[in-house]
Each structure stands twice: as C-alpha cells, then as structure tokens.
C-alpha cells in the first residue's frame, strides 16, 4: 500500500518531540511490512507555529495526492482536505490537542485553542480516526463531540533499534550515587515543578541522590529559578536536548526514571526506559496507567508520593528489580513491527467500512 502522512510537527527530535519520534518509527515500520510511505511535510516555515500550521493545510488543496492508497493525516494536518478526495483520509491523532490546552495560558492556550478547533474538524471530516489510547480516544469523544468509534493503536518503540542503542553505550550506573532520569518537553502539564520539590523533600533524607533532567521548553526559565529557590544546585543537572547516542547512555546509566506529568496521550518515554530495563515511578494520570505496569504509579500532583516511591525504590534493590522485569515483559507489547500490523488492520477497518478497497499487512491491494 502507498500511504501519504501529512504533518507539520517539526521533523526533529528536539521540537517534534514524541510526536515526531512516533510518526518516524510508524513509516519505518511500515516500510518494514512491505509499504511505502512518503511524509508530506511544509516547504515554508514561519516563526509563528500556528499559523504554519495553516498554511501548509491550506496548501493541500493544491496537492494532487490521488496516487497514494490512503492519506493519514496527523493531529490537525489534513483538516482542509479530509473527505474531499476519492483517496481515503485517515485522522491519526497523537495528542488531543483540546485536552492539552486546559493547562496553558495566555498567548499560548490561545493558538492551541486555533488548532484544536482545526483537529475537531479533522475528525469530523476522515473516513475514521486512529488514536494511541483509550484515554485519549474518550477525550476525543468528549472535547471535540465525536460520536463514531475510535480505532486505539498505541504507540511504538522499535525495540531492536533502541538496543542497539543501548548496547553502544559504555557508561554504567554509579555505584556511589542513586540516579533519577527524566525526558520530557518543558510544557506546564509535564509538572517538572512536583519532580523538583520531590528533590527537595529527598534532600536530607538521600544524601547520594540526583536529579538528570533532559530536555527543554517554554518552562525552563520558571523551573531553573524554582530550583535555584529550592537549593537544588548540586543534586539537579539540567541536561539540555542530547543525541539519541547520549540519550541511551543517559537511560542505561540512571537507576530509576520518574515522569511526573499529568497529561500523556501515550508517552513514549516510558517505552524507553522499560526498554532499558529500568524501573519507573509515574503519576496515574491520562495514558500513563495504559503504559505502564500498576505498581510504577503514584496520585498525581502529589509531590510527597513522588518522593516516597523514589524513596521506596532507593531503599529496596528487590523492588527495583521487580519493576524493571515486570516494564521490560510489558514493553514486548509495543515492538514496532507489532505494532505497525495493529495500525494497517484498523487502516483496513476503516477502509472496509467506507466500502473503499481493503489492503494487507503485505503491501498488496486484494
């Protein structure tokens, strides 16, 4: 099968961030299982995301995309061309936009609310809609009043890529110190403000404990000075956006990985750290329960559970390594390979359901 993906995330670790990462390891697997797969992308940017956003949407009118077996478009991208064209429109949404908004403010929820009202019209107008959880797809349901049925694939992580990645790195955990790994964009609902009163709370109690911390964002600024007002210096290293290579390396040579956020249409970096055989201590908020194994979890926003899981973790080596089997045996589930066969048998569902022709998992059109 021909497929065509629409999107205007940027094609980058560092500014896609999980969006990208997903969308890249889907048309490799895909392309794995015998199909082609051509990204359309904008040729144009603007300093202003949104409205590059609407400009490349705008500019799929003029696309002739009639030689592709189906078109997917992501997140909001294919609004405008969804449902006018004999090729099938599939709506993959990664994140509902709607329900990540609630946690900005300002200029910024105000160009998420643009783009969430382009999203539900994306929805409205496919032939049907892929989404990466069941929490995201109630969401769906509920912010953009979406009646139909919504196929859940969930994300993917090419596992024999990332232990490839992980194999290369020669850095090992420091015995004489208890690492706390986490990934993620700087955005308010990540909640990296909760991570670092946790630290706080730790502080005296863990004298070996620290705090690694890659990425960036909008947020930097504020939580840079809430550490800096907590006398974090010393126990929290503020890593910056790394390599994949260094990446890996972080990941092997951490103890435990916390992702504190209370909103995840999936999270991927939860995939990579129960991939590299480490526990991982989470807020049971949104996606995150889906992902993850029940134990690993904690109340969200509650920076005294935070720290009393990571507490329980540095006290108990057992436990340590009971997460660590029981993430590494969940993580099975989402191989890419896997996965990528869940994603053409929901693409068939829809096109079946449409009355368009159905294709197989081997790249053929029956």
Known sequence: MKFCFLTSTPQNVTAGSGTFRGIHVLASALRGLGHSVEVVTPEKHCRIFTLERLRFNESLRRQDLSRFDLVVGFDLDGYRIAGRGRTPHVAAIKGVIADELRFERGITRTMLSIQAACERLHVQRAAGVITTSEYAAEQLKRLYRFPQPVHVVPEMLDLAQWRELLDSSEVAPDPNMFSVLTVCRFYPRKRLDLLLRAAALLRERIGNLRFRIVGGGPESKR???????????????????????????????????????????????????????????????????????????????DAQALASAIEQLYRSPDRRCALAERGSARVQCFDAPKVAVQFVDAVNSIVHSTRQPVFTNAGTSL
Request: glycine share 8%; hydrophobic share 50%.
């Open 223 to 301: 939580l840079r000075e809430l550490s800096s007002a907590l006398r974090l210096e010393g126990m929290v290293e503020w890593l910056g956006d790394v390599t994949q290579a260094r990446l890996a390396a972080e990941y092997t040579s951490c103890d435990v990985f916390c992702l504190p956020s209370l909103q995840e249409g999936f999270g991927i970096v939860l995939l990579e750290a129960m991939a590299a055989g480490k526990p991982v201590v989470a807020a049971r908020a949104a996606a995150i329960p889906e992902v993850v194994p029940e134990p690993c979890l904690v109340e969200p926003g």
